[in-house]
């Protein structure tokens, strides 16, 4: 799922148009720049953005690796317990 706001675009407005495809979050995009804010957001730049927006949240969700963690966790204990025996 993607989700595109006009704040994304620059707009000061809480547009918000979220779907799977990239085309319909594009056309529904426009339908309400046009409309509301009388300007056309090129599809290239609306891509880039939905590009950019989701590089973003895969960064997130690098960094709270939980996984690392509970790994670095467990080879702490192992190592306590063979020392401890
Ligand atoms: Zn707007």
């Known amino acids: 799922m993607y989700k595109l706001t006009c ?3 620059g707009i000061d407005c ?3 148009v979220e779907n799977s495809e990239k085309k319909i979050i594009c056309d529904s995009f426009n339908l309400h720049t046009t409309a ?4 056309v957001i ?5 891509l880039g953005t939905i590009e950019k927006k989701n ?3 895969h960064n997130e969700r690098k ?3 939980i996984d690392e963690s509970e790994t670095l966790k ?6 306590g ?3 401890f025996s």
């Not at 509301?36 to 300007?39: L, P, V």
């Not at 467990?74 to 190592?79: G, N, P």
Request: aromatic share 6%; proline share 3%; charged share 45%.
């Open 36 to 39: 509301k804010h009388n300007r």
């Open 14 to 16: 809480d547009f918000v």
């Open 81 to 83: 317990r063979r020392h």
């Open 7 to 9: 704040r994304d675009i």
């Open 74 to 79: 467990l080879e702490k204990w192992s190592l």
């Open 63 to 65: 960094t709270n690796n």
């Open 55 to 57: 590089k973003e949240q």
């Open 42 to 46: 090129p599809m290239r730049k609306v």
